[in-house]
Each structure stands twice: as C-alpha cells, then as structure tokens.
C-alpha cells in the first residue's frame, strides 16, 4: 500500500483512510455562516406645499403626528411653505405609509388639499 504524504512532519494517511475508526459510519456537520439581520429600509415623509391649508393647521399636523415641539413644527412648515416641500421625518416603509395616511384623513376631514408623500431615504 502506498502512503499519501500531508506535508511537512504531519500525520499520513493511508489511500481510503477516513482518519476515524475503522467502520463505515462518518459524521458529518454542516455549518451556515450566520447573516446579520439588515437594518429596514427608511422612507422620508414629506409634506407638499399648497395655497389654501392654513399654516396653523400644517403646524398642528407636524405636533399631533410627527410629535415635533412647536418651534420644530414651525421651522418645517415654513421650510414646506418656502420651498414647496420638507420632511415630517424618517420612518420604516409601514410606519410612513401610516403617517401619510393619518395626515391625508385629517385634511380631508378638515377640507384642506394638504398632500403627503414618501420617498425611499
């Protein structure tokens, strides 16, 4: 019989040598590298300009739904009012879909053409 040679000062083995005992039984194991779990995509919410929602109204919105102070709530609805949009905030795909709905339904509720959208962060 012929020795296969593992380099250096190694064990050998020989041709159809398992390493293990003599019978026929091996055990096997099977590993999975593990995969962090990926952080949710984000969505920005953002609030559109229009001509006929009151700004109080769009300041009472960011308070109530985007749970911003008063001078946060102003700074954005000037921001929206100058320059035709900004963002309520940053949210997980379900969490932004409800906020948009949640703004929508009060504007319409309250007769205001106030539009909300999200846009992928």
């Known amino acids: 019989m012929s020795c296969v040679a593992h380099g250096g000062n190694g064990p050998t083995r020989r041709e159809g040598d398992t390493g293990g005992n003599d019978d026929d039984t091996h055990t096997s194991v099977v590993i999975r590298a593990r995969t962090k779990p990926r952080k949710p ?7 559109l300009n229009d001509d006929y929602t009151p700004m109080e109204f769009v300041v009472h919105v960011l308070e109530r739904f985007f749970q911003k102070n008063r001078d946060e709530a102003t ?21 932004a879909e409800s906020k948009v709905s949640q703004v929508m ?8 053409p106030l539009q909300c959208t999200i846009e992928k962060d």
């Open 41 to 47: 995509a984000m969505y920005k919410v953002l609030m």
């Open 75 to 95: 700074s954005i609805m000037l921001h929206v009012h100058k320059r035709g949009v900004g963002v309520c905030g940053v949210f997980t795909y379900e969490v």
């Open 105 to 112: 339904d009060l504007a319409r509720q309250n007769q205001h």
